[in-house]
C-alpha cells in the first residue's frame, strides 16, 4: 500500500507473494495504479528496481528493496523486537514482513494482507483502523481473542463511500475497517451475505493504537443453512452432538490444551455439516471435551449449533 502523503488516503500499488520456493513481485492493476499515479505514485521513482509495470518480477530470495524494511538480524535486540510482534526469533521473512507490515518512517509504504477467496467465501484479516479516536481502549479489558463484532455500513461517511464502522456486540464503537477493505464488505453486508468479524489479535499499550486489534472477516457466499440446521438439530437428539461448551481438562496445563480452539480444525470434519474444513484461514472452531474427545466446527455451524442447542425442546410426551 502507499498513502498519500498529505490526504494519507491510501492505494494499492503492487502485490507481493511467496508460494515456498519464489517471491513474486508485480504492480496492481492498471486501474488500480491509475489513482494511485494521479495522487503522486510514480512507480520508477519510488520503486526503482521495478522499472516496469508490466513485468512480474520472481527471485528465489525476499527482494531487496523490500528486505531492508525488515529489523536487521544483527541488532543486539533482534529477538525483542520480534517478540514484540509476537514472533520468534528464526521466524520466515515473508511471515517478519507480515507482522511488522514493513513499516518505514521515511516513505509512505506498508505491506497489508490480500483477502484469501475460496470456493466458500473469503477471509479478509487486518488490524482495525481509527482506534485512537473511537472507544476502543475503553472497553479493552472486556475484549478477548475470539470476541465476536459487528460490522455495520457507514453510508455517511465523508471520507469513505464504503466505510464499514466496528463495534463490540454491546455497541461500542471501535474503529472501522481499512478502506482497502472497506468496499469488499460493504458489498458483502449489502447484499445480505454472512459476514462474521472475530477478534485474532489484542496488542495492549503501550503497542501503537493503529496495530491494537487484529479481526478476521469471514464472508460466505452463501450455503443451504436449513439443510444444516436440520442435520444439527437431527444429531442434537441422536446425541451424536454435545449439548453444552466444554469444560477446561482436568489435571490439564491449558498451555496447548485449551478446550476452546479458534481456527485449528483443518483436516478435520465439521462435526454439524459433515464437510470439511480444508482451509486454515477460514475461521473454525475445536472444542476439546473430558469424555467425548474433539468436535470441530466450521465458525458459521458453530453458531447454529449455538442458536439450536438453546432452543425450547419438546417434552416425551408432548407430540
Known amino acids: 500500500m502507499w498513502r498519500e502523503p498529505h490526504s494519507r488516503a491510501q492505494h494499492k500499488v503492487g ?28 512507480p520508477a521513482a519510488l520503486l526503482p528496481g521495478f522499472r516496469d509495470i508490466d513485468k512480474t518480477y520472481e527471485s528465489p530470495n525476499l527482494f531487496s528493496a523490500f528486505a531492508h524494511r525488515l529489523p536487521d538480524p544483527k541488532r543486539p535486540d533482534y529477538p525483542q523486537v520480534l517478540s514484540a510482534f509476537g ?8 511471515e517478519v514482513l507480515r507482522e511488522t ?32 479516536f473511537y472507544e476502543g481502549d ?19 461517511n ?9 463495534f463490540t456486540i454491546g ?29 485474532v489479535e489484542l496488542r495492549l499499550p503501550p503497542a501503537e493504537p ?9 464472508i460466505s457466499f452463501g450455503e443451504d443453512e436449513g439443510h444444516v440446521r436440520d442435520t444439527i438439530r437431527r444429531k442434537l437428539r441422536s446425541r451424536n452432538l454435545p449439548l453444552g461448551m466444554p469444560q477446561p481438562l482436568l489435571n490439564a496445563d491449558l498451555e496447548g490444551n485449551e478446550p476452546i480452539v479458534i481456527g485449528s480444525g483443518v483436516g478435520h ?15 473454525s472452531i475445536e472444542f476439546r471435551y473430558q469424555s467425548q474427545g474433539s468436535v470441530h466446527f466450521h465458525y458459521r455451524c458453530f453458531e447454529l449449533w449455538q442458536e439450536i442447542r438453546s432452543e425450547p425442546r419438546r417434552s416425551a410426551g408432548g407430540g
Not at 511467496?18 to 510514480?42: C, I, K, M, Q
Not at 471501535?174 to 453486508?189: K, T
Not at 493503529?210 to 469471514?218: D, G, N, T
Request: proline fraction near 5%; glycine fraction near 8%; charged fraction near 20%.
Open 101 to 132: 507490515r514493513g513499516r518505514l518512517a521515511t516513505d509512505q509504504f506498508s505491506f497489508e494482507e490480500a483477502p484469501i477467496v475460496t470456493e466458500s467465501g473469503s477471509v479478509i484479516t487486518c488490524w482495525i483502523a481509527g482506534w485512537r
Open 87 to 94: 514472533l520468534a526469533p528464526h521466524s520466515h521473512p515473508f
Open 171 to 199: 455497541g461500542a464503537k471501535l474503529g472501522f475497517v481499512p478502506v482497502f477493505h472497506s468496499d469488499v464488505v460493504f458489498g458483502a453486508l449489502s447484499k445480505g451475505q454472512d459476514v462474521q468479524a472475530l477478534i
Open 210 to 218: 493503529s496495530e491494537r486489534a487484529r479481526i478476521r472477516i469471514q
Open 138 to 156: 475503553l472497553v479493552l479489558s472486556e475484549l478477548n481473542l475470539g470476541t465476536r463484532l459487528d460490522l455495520r455500513r457507514d453510508t455517511s
Open 15 to 42: 502485490e507481493l507473494s511467496y508460494d515456498g520456493a519464489l517471491y513474486r513481485f508485480r504492480y496492481s492493476p492498471t486501474e488500480d495504479l491509475n489513482v494511485a499515479t494521479a495522487h503522486g505514485f510514480a
Open 269 to 283: 470434519t465439521c462435526s454439524a455439516c459433515g464437510r470439511p474444513i480444508n482451509d486454515p484461514d477460514m475461521l
Open 158 to 166: 465523508p471520507h469513505d463511500m464504503h466505510a464499514v464502522a466496528v
